[in-house]
């Protein structure tokens, strides 16, 4: 997910989510099927809660080394999603409806407001997009491609903005029940994966 | 018949001459030839060519901009930016501009990111060098791992064994441009409590000022705002730029052309109609003011080469002072059956001395201005006199012969049995103005000659505050012998800029160091970065705590002992995104000669007062100045009211010493009408709460030049009735084409004609009151 969400004041940092969340008023017209997505999907569709534990590994090309890491998540509809990354060093990430917050060793690190930023905006809405299961969301953002029906069922979201195809090439997610691992790739070869495991939901 | 033929050869030696004026007179005017700029009017010693040069820059940039904002709730946001990229659409198609965008002109960072990448470990934020100074290293190591597996952390242009601890994302950040516009993924907008603007950035080519610019501008922007006024959720359309101001200028100047220029223009011509009965009578003065300013303009180019508009319009104010010598000449010639000159020539020829004594002692003050003036209204003056004296009296068979009925003598006949009357009036007009004397207040300020419409005025204030982009009025700008010396003093300087933006009390400034550190200050930089990150085997510690193999601390160790890039210079940015705006902050040299400079431009100050700690800071600072155009234009218009009118008391003086010669003792009743006059208009002013300005000083020079014609002319003739009417037309034309110039919007020609209205109207009065008839 590194690189792909990668926020900060900076531009290119800026306009990179800026492509990945492009403008559902935008977009022409919607790829096909989403409520028939939703009802293959099932559970995941209309998940209100979701908690479990999460290992992460992101292949450097450019180093051709592997940076692990790993944590515990716990998403609610209402409350937002808890991202707390246990090692290599303790980061706990709250993205919420109206902001997103970073702290490290307790004190805040970054904090960013959904109204004095849309990016900030974006990326919460994306984050409950995948979490919440709101397909509908991710359809305005990306061409959604069934890679395999049924279950355990697997999609591929390629962005449809141009900016952001040239960072990234592909999100893949892949699920049963729930959503249990995410697959980023981008452009330069990297790969993130991310594994999601002891899913509960509510 | 002998004096007959030197008049004869005199006249035509005149007219010789005058081919020759026009003649050179063409060859030198061109648009060159007319100075606008206020700089133009600064006195010699005072003027600085590098501030010149860098307020042309700041000019530069913003005279072919426009900025348009369409607001409404922050709620109606999308609604707002498909409307905004509507109407971008629509002012694009109209071909009108040479680029309308509604996006952000950093361009791709990334490529700037190249630029700097090679210096990466020579390139530190405050931050970042304070904590590498005390060897906190272990925060920054943090940061970076987190950064390395955060879904949002920071962007990392150089790899994690190029830059482990990511200094250059860092440095990258701290380059935001200083602009309160922020982007969104559809561009830029604004936001004031719970108002969105969208904005929308278009330039277009061509001289704002020319109404071949203005017409397709206006009227596309004009169908912007069809278009926005359309649209149920945008509340308002804001428009921010020279051209509106220009337009709106050209537009109030030709209603007032049409209204009040017309209006006065005819009521002179039906005026000389209604006396003289006769187109002859029209045609002469016309002819003899037309010369005149052939004459000035002629000799001030040739002269000082170029002349400032301010000069032309009040000079030609001056020379209108001449239409009295062609007033007197006819009244006089219409009123007897002797022709020629001799009997009026001592009168005319002692207004012209005294009037021209009077402007051209101006050309002693160190002012340009004041000098063209003195100059342009002294050649104009003789140049109209020579024009009665030499051609008028060879105009003679063309003009009605012998005494006709005249209105205006029996008006001002009857007049006289309510001297009396007159006399109390004026005495209360005295008073009156004595008693606004103690409220007398001068007002140099630039913003009382505003004269953009407070609607445009209003936008243009928001627009600013709304895009906390730094203003163009008030600068640093900073001197070096070298490139590098200026870079040095720059970062000087942002030394004490960063203490007020850390305060509060400056909210933002650009320099060039922010993006360009000086050579010092790299060296500075690396041996940091090498004795608090390399020296100390950071790298290790920061591989270890991502767990990432230890050969990539030594590959990265060994990246850093083989980089050699030099020093980032100026000149690595002129290929880069950001060359536009750092550019338009470095004044590139032309020749070697003249130092190097830079500006440091400031965006807004909590109060005024931060303006007084800049000026101080820059008196402290070495190649360091704070140039405030606002101040230094109020404190020029301050320096002419001043200067003017110290000289204007000595143009008293001078002329005074003339008419002693003339008249003795009795000279006071000739300099009491426009002497009286001038102190009585400005207690009047003063009276009605208003302040003076420079303009009513000018305009006090109008007072003096008619105000002596009617002492002299009707002194000369011992007080005949046809000097009388040729001073009242005199008088009632200057009335009319100066004085109602107070109905106009323009400040500065509003403060001229509230002083001359009440001038001549005193001056005239004074003299007919004070006036001894001599009875016949």
Redesign the interface.
């Known amino acids: 997910?590194?690189g792909a969400?990668?926020?900060?004041?900076?531009?290119?940092?800026?306009?990179?989510?800026?492509?990945l969340?492009?403008?559902a008023?935008a977009a022409e017209t919607r790829e096909a099927g989403t409520s028939a997505l939703q009802s293959l999907l099932g559970e995941q569709a209309k998940v209100e809660s979701l908690a479990g534990q999460f290992d992460?590994s992101?292949y450097?090309a450019?180093?051709d080394?592997t940076?692990?890491?790993s944590g515990d998540f716990a998403f609610d509809a209402d409350e937002g999603l808890r991202?707390n990354?246990q090692?290599?060093?303790p980061?706990q990430?709250r993205i919420t409806a109206d902001e997103?917050v970073?702290e490290?060793?307790g004190e805040v690190?970054?904090r960013m407001d959904v109204?004095?930023?849309?990016?900030t905006r974006?990326?919460s809405e994306v984050f409950f997009a995948i979490f919440g299961g709101n397909w509908d969301k991710l359809s305005e953002r990306f061409t959604i491609r069934t890679l395999q029906d049924g279950s355990p069922w697997r999609f591929e979201l390629t962005p449809k903005g141009d900016m952001l195809q040239s960072h990234l090439s592909s999100i893949e997610l892949q699920g049963e029940a729930y959503l249990n691992a995410l697959i980023l790739r981008e452009t330069n070869g990297d790969q993130t994966h991310i594994q999601l495991h002891d899913v509960k939901a509510h | 018949m002998a004096h007959r033929s030197t008049h004869h050869w005199l006249a035509l030696l005149w007219a010789i001459a005058l081919v020759f004026m026009a003649v050179q007179l063409t060859s030198r005017l061109s648009a060159s030839a007319f100075d606008t700029s206020i700089l133009a009017l600064l006195p010699q010693d005072k003027r600085q060519p590098v501030v010149d040069r860098a307020l042309e820059r700041m000019d530069g940039v913003i005279a072919n901009r426009v900025l348009l904002l369409i607001g409404g709730a922050q709620a109606d946001r999308n609604q707002l930016q498909v409307l905004a990229g509507e109407v971008a659409d629509g002012l694009s198609a109209s071909g009108a501009f040479t680029s309308v965008t509604t996006q952000a002109d950093v361009g791709s960072l990334s490529a700037l990111a190249a630029v700097y990448q090679p210096y990466r470990y020579q390139l530190l934020t405050d931050e970042v060098e304070e904590r590498l100074a005390k060897g906190e290293t272990e925060p920054l190591v943090n940061r970076a791992v987190r950064e390395m597996v955060s879904p949002i952390g920071r962007p990392r242009p150089a790899s994690v064994v190029d830059d482990p601890l990511n200094l250059l994302g860092m440095w990258m950040e701290g380059l935001t441009p200083a602009t309160g516009f922020v982007p969104d993924q559809h561009g830029l907008y604004a936001r004031q409590g719970n108002e969105h603007f969208r904005v929308i950035r278009a330039t277009f080519s061509g001289d704002p000022f020319a109404e071949a610019t203005q017409k397709p501008v206006l009227r596309a922007v004009e169908s912007a705002g069809d278009q926005v006024r359309e649209n149920d959720v945008a509340t308002e359309f804001l428009r921010s730029g020279l051209v509106f101001h220009a337009a709106a200028g050209a537009e109030q100047a030709r209603s007032e052309l049409s209204t009040i220029g017309i209006g006065s223009l005819m009521a002179i011509v039906l005026l000389l109609l209604w006396h003289f009965r006769s187109f002859s009578y029209l045609a002469l003065p016309v002819v003899s003011v037309g010369v005149g300013l052939l004459v000035a303009l002629s000799a001030s180019l040739m002269v000082f080469e170029r002349v400032h508009l301010v000069t032309l319009a009040f000079g030609a104010s001056l020379v209108g002072v001449s239409i009295d010598y062609a007033f007197h000449y006819l009244c006089h010639a219409r009123d007897r059956v002797t022709h020629g000159i001799r009997h009026i020539l001592p009168g005319i020829t002692l207004g012209v001395v005294t009037s021209c004594l009077a402007y051209g002692a101006q050309a002693l003050t160190p002012f340009p201005g004041l000098q063209q003036i003195a100059l342009f209204s002294a050649a104009g003056l003789i140049g109209a006199w020579l024009t009665v004296v030499l051609w008028f009296p060879l105009a003679q068979r063309w003009l009605g012969q012998g005494r006709q009925q005249n209105q205006l003598g029996q008006w001002l006949q009857g007049l006289v049995r309510f001297r009396g009357v007159l006399a109390v009036l004026l005495g209360v007009l005295v008073l009156v103005a004595l008693s606004g004397f103690p409220g007398l207040r001068f007002n140099d300020s630039l913003s009382a000659l505003q004269s953009s419409p407070p609607d445009l005025m209003a936008q243009e204030q928001k627009v600013q505050a709304l895009s906390e982009s730094p203003g163009s009025a008030r600068f640093l700008l900073v001197e070096g012998a070298s490139i590098q010396q200026v870079l040095e003093r720059t970062e000087q300087a942002s030394g004490y800029l960063d203490k007020l933006v850390v305060d509060g009390r400056l909210q933002v400034y650009q320099s060039v160091s922010g993006w360009v550190p000086s050579i010092v200050r790299q060296r500075e930089y690396r041996q940091l970065v090498k004795s608090a990150v390399f020296d100390r085997g950071v790298p290790t510690e920061l591989f270890d705590a991502l767990g990432m193999p230890p050969k990539l601390a030594s590959r990265s160790q060994a990246r850093f002992e083989n980089n050699d890039a030099g020093w980032l210079l100026p000149k690595d940015l002129e290929q880069s995104p950001v060359a536009e705006l750092f550019d338009s902050l470095w004044l590139k040299t032309d020749n070697s000669e003249r130092p190097h400079a830079a500006l440091i431009t400031l965006g807004k100050v909590s109060s005024p007062a931060v303006y007084e700690d800049l000026a101080a800071l820059a008196g402290k600072l070495e190649g360091v100045r704070f140039v405030d155009r606002v101040g230094q234009t109020s404190a020029l218009l301050g320096d002419y009211r001043a200067t003017l009118s110290q000289w204007m008391a000595l143009a008293y003086g001078l002329v005074l010493l003339v008419l002693i010669v003339r008249y003795g003792w009795q000279c006071w009743r000739v300099i009491l009408p426009p002497a009286l006059a001038t102190v009585v208009t400005l207690g009047l002013l003063s009276a009605l709460g208003q302040p003076l300005n420079l303009f009513n000083f000018l305009a006090t020079l109008l007072i003096l030049g008619i105000g002596l014609d009617i002492g002299i002319f009707v002194r000369e003739s011992h007080g005949e009735w046809h000097a009388w009417e040729a001073v009242t037309l005199s008088a009632v034309t200057s009335l009319l084409a100066f004085g109602l110039l107070a109905l106009s919007e323009t400040p500065v020609l509003h403060h001229y004609g509230m002083t001359v209205l009440p001038g001549i109207a005193l001056a005239w009065l004074i003299a007919f009151v004070l006036h001894r008839r001599a009875e016949s």
């Open positions: 997910m590194k969400l990668c926020i900060g004041k900076w531009m290119v940092g800026l306009s990179l989510v800026a492509s969340v492009a403008p008023w992460q992101k450097i450019d180093l080394t940076l692990d890491s991202w990354i090692k290599p060093v980061t990430l997103i970073e490290q060793d690190v970054m109204d004095d930023q849309p990016m974006a990326i």
